[in-house]
């Protein structure tokens, strides 16, 4: 079935630094990613939605500049937390949909950030 | 945009019990329905989803009804066991087949052995 790989699985910085975060569809392309914020005890929250060859589009309430988002390719998005702040740290997962496979919804493991 | 209600928030079942865990979706041209188990610190996975066109489905101990009319859907579980412990999230895919779920706010089940 379809993987999609997340790296890192966790990652400690200070604050004003910035961490990047990479989402790979590894056996399909994927045109368009997802973004999602889940703070403990709380639901997944979408983000933005990552289309390769062209700009996020950001859900309302996300600041665009401090989550920079990148699909240069059909099995690569990124996001980058700029300027880190404590109250940013939640966990962080990506999601890539299969369309080949029809509602092929395939999340990533995950990223733990933790800002210090 | 979408949203998407989810109740109740937490469920406390005896073992070989049933539960239920119902959601309510606001647009109308919503298309897709799944449901996720997630477990501490993991990607949600995937149990069951039922699509616009059905009203019902089940997998084993899992079922998902659907009511368009009334846009609500809900998740039954029979015979639980300790380790459907977990939390439950509902979703819906909003008009436009751009593959972006919206979630509920999560239901947290506990079954008691």
């Known amino acids: 079935g379809a993987v999609v790989s997340q790296h890192p699985s966790r990652v400690i910085c200070k604050s004003g630094t910035s961490v990047k975060i990479e989402c790979r569809s590894l056996?399909?392309?994927?045109?368009?990613m997802f973004w999602y914020r889940q703070f403990p005890k709380q639901s997944l929250m979408l983000m933005a939605t990552?289309?390769?060859?062209?700009?996020?589009?950001?859900e309302q309430g996300v600041e665009k500049d401090k989550f920079l988002i990148n699909h240069a390719s059909l099995t690569l998005s990124t996001l980058t937390v700029t300027s880190a702040h404590p109250e940013d740290s939640s966990f962080y997962i990506c999601?890539?949909?299969?369309?080949?496979?029809?509602?092929?919804?395939?999340f990533g493991s995950g990223t733990r950030l933790t800002v210090v | 945009g979408e949203n998407v209600e989810q109740h109740p928030s937490t469920l406390s079942v005896q073992e070989g019990d049933s539960a239920v865990i119902k959601c309510t979706y606001s647009?109308?041209?919503?298309?897709?329905f799944p449901w996720y188990k997630q477990e501490l610190g993991k990607r949600p996975q995937l149990i069951i989803d039922i699509r616009s066109n059905v009203g019902e489905k089940k997998d084993q101990r899992i079922a998902v009804t659907l009511n368009k009319t009334a846009k609500h859907f809900s998740l039954h579980i029979t015979e639980t066991q300790p380790e459907d412990s977990a939390v439950y999230f509902c979703?819906?895919?909003?008009?436009?087949?751009?593959?972006?779920?919206?979630f509920g706010q999560g239901t947290t089940l506990q079954v008691k052995p």
């Open positions: 979703a819906a895919s909003p008009r436009g087949n751009t593959g972006k779920l919206i």
């Open positions: 647009d109308s041209a919503s298309n897709y």
């Open positions: 990552s289309n390769e060859g062209s700009k996020a589009t950001y």
């Open positions: 056996d399909f392309q994927a045109t368009t």
């Open positions: 999601s890539a949909v299969d369309f080949q496979a029809m509602y092929g919804y395939t």
